[in-house]
């Protein structure tokens, strides 16, 4: 089944040539059927190539699922075309009386700074604050889950001494979680950041529970006792090339940064990145829609 997005959205053209299916808004009201209400928060500067991540993996499951953008209205973009955002994204305003089935937080490029210091901070906490009522599964991911953490539960994020950064082996906690359901017992999973989240911390906090973790990368997924909220430290969404292009472009720049670890064959940066992670970033995409936002949402999404 297909997911439904706007039928000129950039993502559209990338994730058809894919053969994803993807359904116009044209063919879905059709359709007699009631889809899951998506809103992703895109706090990412390269918004469409996150967009389109972020689709490639909620589109392969059986269930149509309706996407809509967020922005924030605190913050003006400085690498995304105006012209798209007023396209495609909407702001907190326009949809603070609405209800959706699940919510995506991204992650941000702000992890240096204290969380109060980024400009829409107290936007961004105005729109935490209103999933509690309004969303029925929130996923935070990267700087989203820090922020998360933080926001919900007084969690502190920790600087590094230096960046997190390649692709990192993993295993799971909760052998039972839905969440992790089909997964290998070592996985792999994109991290790229310079700050951390303590497991003393999230296990200091009985209404949180610890899903998976890595021994090179910590924490990676937990969730809250109630299946509401959802913080993962990486990345699985992430394109074959998005830690090469990172890693390129800082390189270039003359800034300090190492090859990311496990990624390229032999840490030789001229061969062609190892996918490791792939079908796990699929799978844990699939398991989130379908386990804790499809098979527990109210019919009538006014119930949320």
């Known amino acids: 089944m297909p997911i439904k997005i706007p039928d000129s959205l950039p993502a559209r053209a990338t994730l058809e040539s894919e053969n994803i299916f993807v359904m ?21 500067p390269t918004k469409i190539v996150t967009e389109t991540q972020l689709l490639r993996k909620l589109s392969n499951t059986p269930l149509q699922i309706q996407v809509e953008l967020l922005k924030m209205a605190s913050h003006t973009s400085q690498n995304t075309d105006a012209d798209h955002l007023a396209a495609f994204y909407t702001t907190f305003d326009q949809i603070r009386d609405r209800k959706y089935d699940g919510m995506i937080i991204t992650g941000a490029p702000v992890e240096d700074l204290d969380f109060t210091a980024v400009d829409y901070w107290d936007e961004l906490c105005q729109i935490m604050d209103w999933t509690r009522t309004h969303i029925h ?10 922020a998360g953490l933080f926001f919900h539960y007084g969690i ?7 960046k997190l950064f390649g692709v990192f082996p993993h295993t799971i906690v909760k052998k039972q979680s839905p969440l992790f359901r089909g997964f290998d017992d070592e996985f792999y999973v994109p991290h790229s950041r ?4 303590h497991l003393e911390d999230i296990l200091a906090r009985p209404e949180l529970e610890l899903l998976a973790v890595s021994p090179e990368a910590g924490v990676f997924a937990v969730k809250s006792e109630d299946n509401r909220r959802f913080f993962i430290t990486g990345h699985p969404e992430y394109d074959p090339d998005t830690l090469a292009k990172e890693y390129f472009r800082d390189r270039d720049r003359g800034l300090p940064i190492d090859v990311p670890k496990h990624y ?4 030789d940066p001229s061969q062609t990145p190892i996918v490791r992670w792939r079908s796990a970033g699929q799978l844990f995409y699939t398991n989130w829609l379908n386990y804790y936002v499809y098979q527990t949402t109210p019919y009538d999404i006014s119930q949320i």
């Open 24 to 44: 116009t808004e044209f063919r879905a009201i059709h359709q007699d059927m009631r889809p899951l209400n998506l809103l992703i928060l895109n706090l990412m």
């Open 137 to 146: 599964s929130t996923l935070h991911v990267c700087w989203g889950a820090q």
């Open 156 to 162: 502190p994020k920790y600087p590094l001494p230096k």
């Open 194 to 197: 310079h700050t951390d989240t």
């Open 264 to 267: 390229f064959p032999n840490d």
